[in-house]
């Protein structure tokens, strides 16, 4: 059996302003607003899986939630 590859793509905050964006841990890009640094990694994720046929996703730290717009905080298990 062969392990499937996955494309990742990493939205994580730059010292001190703005959001790079990496894939596969090497920068590619860098958005000062985390929404657009969202969108350009959802968009590059979703174009080469489309031409490559391989599994990509988009990840970014649980901590940096709270800044996207319209957060709302999950709920703890009880």
Same mark, same amino acid.
């Given at each position: 059996?062969? +392990?499937?590859?996955?494309?990742?793509?990493?939205? +994580?905050?730059?010292?001190?302003?703005?959001?790079?964006?990496?894939?596969?841990? +090497?920068?590619?890009?860098?958005?000062?607003?985390?929404?657009?640094?969202?969108?350009?990694?959802?968009?590059?994720?979703?174009?080469?899986?489309?031409?490559?046929?391989?599994?990509?996703?988009?990840?970014?730290? %649980?901590?940096?939630?709270?800044?996207?717009?319209?957060?709302?905080?999950? %709920?703890? +298990?009880?």
């Amino acid at each position: 059996m062969v +392990a499937a590859v996955v494309v990742e793509y990493a939205v +994580a905050r730059k010292q001190g302003e703005g959001w790079n964006v990496l894939r596969n841990g +090497a920068p590619i890009g860098r958005r000062y607003v985390l929404v657009s640094a969202l969108e350009l990694a959802t968009h590059l994720a979703e174009r080469e899986a489309s031409r490559s046929g391989q599994g990509t996703r988009v990840v970014m730290d %649980r901590q940096d939630t709270h800044r996207l717009p319209g957060f709302r905080p999950w %709920r703890r +298990a009880a």
